[in-house]
């Protein structure tokens, strides 16, 4: 087609002046005209809407064949009943229309089960796993960009995205954040459960110390940003004193090493780098001070238990900050480390266990049960629990379940009273450990004890 010859310009002034064909038509106008007219042969729209077609429909046809392939090995796929099995589905035994209309309204998911589907949905696509591991692995070696999880700061060093929220964020105790938490989690505010779990213990006779693990960005927010003399003092929350005066006042024995830790993070390092958790000499370090706040020896029953310990090196090869990326298969963000870990064994060498109806009975999360077994799952028996029992001599029990320091560790224990399987008799101190961004996140329902 030629191209039409410009041969002066129209409008009203200077301004408004726009250029014209030779056809009498703006270059807008003959654009359109032509955009109009434009054509396609019938094999290039065939080919362009197949492969429209095909984008869209590659995805499902993946995830269902991995799913088909993951279920093929399922007992319930092989057993002779699986063929014949019928789902029958039918209106509730109510005779009220109102009752049955009602019952199906609740069916309707609210909005947070929908966003928490639509995040299941995405994490366990596999065409999209795939593409967003090889994404990832771009983002960050190059550009030093985490996930939504994950924040990558200085030499590589990984945060948790939690504990940022925790250290950055609003007070955990403002009226605005628990309101807003309220339709995720039974209760966002940590101080009735803990008042409750106090005012029950004590009757028994029992003192509750309270241990808030701190977050990796509170002792290294110059390895997140900035320098180390920016940070003359640790970041906190702001409501974490109010928190903690509050608590106190009734009565509540807080054990927080924060400070001390702090003070100590130029001359060793304290937090693995690409993980949330301590290093095995911060773990020594906090135990000491955990022992002589809930007072020695002299408090707890029992006869010393000569317990002795030997160094072993370990090799920590995975790192749960490292996992939550989602990197390829064979990509190392961070090297695997040796560490020296103090293995806690009794008088005849065998390796540290658990004592049933222990004088102290600790409560925690993944913080204390970092150290007790390797990466093979063996027992290692150098976490906090371990070193605990060492500092006081004395043997000890504990309920630790990952990510279960909010809740989770409290409910394990009502279970085992109630089934008979743990007493609280002889207990003279329960230290209920749990990660201090759980304050922000966790889910801290109110349950009881039941009634000994």
């Given at each position: 087609?030629?191209?039409?010859?410009?041969?002066?310009t129209?409008?009203?002034?200077?301004?408004?002046?726009?250029?014209?064909?030779?056809?009498?038509?703006?270059?807008?106008?003959?654009a359109?005209?032509?955009?109009?007219?434009?054509?396609?042969?019938?094999?290039?729209?065939?080919?362009?809407?197949?492969?429209?077609?095909?984008?869209?429909?590659?995805?499902?046809?993946?995830?269902?064949?991995?799913?088909?392939?993951?279920?093929?090995?399922?007992?319930?796929?092989?057993?002779?009943?699986?063929?014949?099995?019928?789902?029958r589905?039918?209106?509730?035994?109510?005779?009220?229309?109102?009752d049955?209309?009602?019952?199906?309204?609740?069916?309707?998911?609210?909005?947070?089960?929908?966003?928490?589907?639509?995040?299941?949905?995405?994490?366990?696509?596999?065409?999209?796993?795939?593409?967003?591991?090889?994404?990832?692995?771009?983002?960050?070696?190059?550009?030093?960009?985490?996930?939504?999880?994950?924040?990558?700061?200085?030499d590589?060093?990984?945060?948790?995205?939690?504990?940022?929220?925790?250290?950055?964020?609003?007070?955990?105790?403002?009226?605005?954040?628990?309101?807003?938490?309220?339709?995720?989690?039974?209760?966002?505010?940590?101080?009735?459960?803990?008042?409750?779990?106090h005012?029950?213990?004590a009757?028994?006779g029992?003192?509750?110390?309270?241990?808030?693990?701190?977050?990796?960005?509170?002792?290294?927010?110059?390895?997140?940003?900035?320098?180390?003399?920016?940070?003359?003092?640790?970041?906190?929350?702001?409501?974490?004193d109010?928190?903690?005066?509050?608590?106190?006042?009734?009565?509540?024995?807080?054990?927080?090493?924060?400070?001390?830790?702090?003070?100590?993070?130029?001359?060793?390092?304290?937090?693995?780098?690409?993980?949330?958790?301590?290093?095995?000499?911060?773990?020594?370090?906090?135990?000491?001070?955990?022992?002589?706040?809930?007072?020695?020896?002299?408090?707890?029953?029992?006869?010393?238990?000569?317990?002795?310990?030997?160094?072993?090196?370990?090799?920590?090869?995975?790192?749960?900050?490292?996992n939550?990326?989602?990197?390829?298969?064979?990509?190392?963000?961070?090297?695997?480390?040796?560490?020296?870990?103090?293995?806690?064994?009794?008088?005849?060498?065998?390796?540290?266990?658990?004592?049933?109806?222990?004088?102290?009975?600790?409560?925690?999360?993944?913080?204390?049960?970092?150290?007790?077994k390797?990466?093979?799952?063996?027992?290692?028996?150098?976490?906090?629990?371990?070193?605990?029992?060492?500092?006081?001599?004395?043997?000890?029990?504990?309920?630790?379940?990952?990510?279960?320091?909010?809740?989770?560790?409290?409910?394990?224990?009502?279970?085992?009273?109630?089934?008979?399987k743990?007493?609280?008799?002889?207990?003279?101190?329960?230290?209920?450990?749990?990660?201090?961004?759980?304050?922000?996140?966790?889910?801290?329902?109110?349950?009881?004890?039941?009634?000994?």
């Open positions: 087609m030629e191209h039409p010859r410009v041969t002066g129209r409008g009203v002034g200077q301004t408004d002046a726009r250029s014209i064909t030779g056809a009498g038509h703006t270059r807008e106008e003959q359109v005209a032509e955009l109009g007219h434009t054509s396609f042969s019938r094999g290039v729209a065939w080919s362009l809407t197949a492969v429209f077609l095909a984008t869209l429909a590659i995805v499902p046809i993946i995830q269902a064949w991995s799913a088909l392939y993951n279920v093929r090995g399922h007992a319930l796929a092989r057993s002779p009943g699986a063929n014949s099995a019928v789902v589905a039918g209106w509730p035994s109510t005779r009220g229309v109102f049955r209309v009602r019952r199906l309204i609740a069916l309707v998911p609210s909005a947070d089960e929908i966003r928490r589907f639509e995040s299941d949905f995405e994490r366990r696509s596999v065409a999209g796993g795939a593409i967003r591991s090889k994404a990832q692995a771009v983002i960050t070696s190059r550009f030093g960009v985490g996930n939504d999880t994950v924040y990558v700061g200085r590589r060093w990984l945060f948790y995205r939690t504990g940022y929220d925790y250290v950055t964020g609003p007070g955990f105790l403002s009226p605005h954040l628990l309101a807003g938490r309220r339709s995720a989690v039974q209760q966002p505010d940590p101080r009735p459960a803990i008042l409750r779990l005012e029950q213990l009757r028994r029992i003192t509750l110390v309270l241990f808030p693990t701190p977050d990796k960005l509170m002792i290294y927010p110059d390895r997140f940003h900035g320098s180390a003399a920016r940070w003359a003092t640790m970041p906190q929350n702001p409501s974490y109010l928190f903690k005066k509050e608590l106190e006042l009734e009565g509540v024995q807080v054990f927080d090493p924060a400070a001390d830790l702090y003070s100590k993070r130029d001359g060793r390092q304290l937090f693995l780098r690409g993980d949330t958790h301590w290093m095995p000499e911060t773990v020594e370090l906090v135990a000491r001070g955990l022992a002589g706040a809930i007072g020695g020896p002299t408090r707890l029953p029992g006869e010393r238990s000569n317990y002795r310990v030997q160094q072993v090196h370990v090799v920590l090869p995975q790192f749960d900050l490292v939550l990326l989602q990197l390829p298969p064979g990509q190392a963000l961070i090297e695997p480390i040796t560490v020296r870990v103090r293995q806690v064994a009794g008088p005849t060498g065998d390796l540290w266990t658990p004592t049933r109806s222990a004088g102290v009975l600790v409560l925690g999360d993944s913080f204390c049960m970092m150290f007790e390797d990466q093979a799952d063996r027992p290692l028996a150098a976490g906090l629990p371990q070193q605990l029992s060492y500092e006081l001599d004395r043997p000890l029990d504990r309920i630790c379940v990952p990510g279960g320091g909010s809740y989770l560790s409290r409910q394990l224990l009502i279970n085992d009273l109630v089934n008979g743990r007493r609280l008799a002889d207990v003279r101190v329960v230290i209920w450990q749990f990660a201090i961004r759980e304050l922000v996140a966790g889910d801290w329902r109110v349950i009881d004890l039941p009634e000994s």
